[in-house]
């Protein structure tokens, strides 16, 4: 059976990197408490992956914009001497980690608020997935029907639109699928196919999407058509430019999107 969602994690949207009077951030910091745990500016450049000089340039930055030595060094030469924070610099590590603490609980409260958005929430769905596929289309998962090889999965989109995509079992225990919990269709734009009148043909594929042409961008060979579905979103449709004047396709022209269930590539929020 599958269950409903019912997790109260928060997903990050919200990140910064905290930053005292915009010279003093986390790599300043980081080198400070990697010289105190190693007594050496040498062997804190190494931990942190730095030259020498890289080190030691941060650290004169450091000094250079603190009221006091943040940083002292000790006899023994250019490279094996050793280093060890000032009272000064161990306060401001001091002060730097407990604010630190402060900002992820600040950053944790802010995620959680925008969680309990659903307009925010969709539309930093939209923004924060990279792909080279241009339809992106966000829903929710309703109802979940398990075969002997596959599953069927269907998502309804914000505007009631439903859309029928398919998944084998492996893939459908991966993806720990429940009712309800939020899920985005990737579909491949040469994938889809358009019909001026739906009405009057019958298709194996099972989805098929009214909408009306938005915006037509012809080339040579191939062309882009951009449909406009009731619920405001937008669905691209790659075809032949001898279709295209087949189809004799205008702006604000009716028609439908048809493809098959296993185009959509069905994607979950972790």
């Not at 924070?85 to 608020?113: C, I, K, P, V, Y």
């Not at 939209?126 to 599953?151: D, M, P, W």
């Amino acid at each position: 059976m599958i269950e409903k969602q019912n997790s109260n994690l928060a997903p990050t949207w919200v990140e910064g990197e905290l930053r005292l009077v915009s010279a003093l951030d986390s790599r300043i910091i980081g080198l400070l408490k990697a010289i105190k745990q190693t007594g050496s500016l040498n062997q804190a450049a190494k931990q942190l992956g730095l030259s020498y000089k890289g080190a030691w340039q941060i650290l004169e930055r450091a000094n250079n914009s603190a009221p006091h030595l943040l940083v002292a060094t000790a006899t023994g030469g250019n490279k094996g001497g050793g280093s060890y924070l000032t009272e000064s610099g161990d306060a401001l590590l001091t002060l730097f980690t407990h604010l630190e603490q402060q900002h992820q609980q600040f950053l944790a409260q802010l995620n959680r608020s925008l969680a309990d958005n659903p307009a925010a929430v969709l539309l930093l769905q939209r923004l924060v997935i990279k792909t080279s596929v241009r339809n992106q289309l966000f829903g929710r998962v309703i109802e979940v029907h398990i075969g002997a090889v596959n599953a069927e999965i269907i998502v309804q989109l914000k505007g009631g639109v439903q859309i029928v995509t398919t998944s084998d079992l492996t893939s459908l225990t991966e993806l720990a699928l429940k009712i309800d919990i939020d899920a985005v269709l990737l579909i491949n734009s040469a994938d889809i196919t358009l019909v001026v009148d739906a009405s009057s043909h019958q298709f194996s594929a099972r989805n098929c999407l009214a909408g009306k042409v938005l915006r037509i961008q012809k080339d040579i060979i191939n062309s882009e058509v951009i449909l406009l579905l009731p619920s405001g979103e937008t669905l691209i449709a790659t075809i032949t430019s001898q279709s295209l004047d087949y189809l004799e396709l205008t702006v604000g022209k009716p028609i439908w999107a048809v493809f098959k269930t296993n185009v959509p590539i069905l994607g979950i929020r972790k």
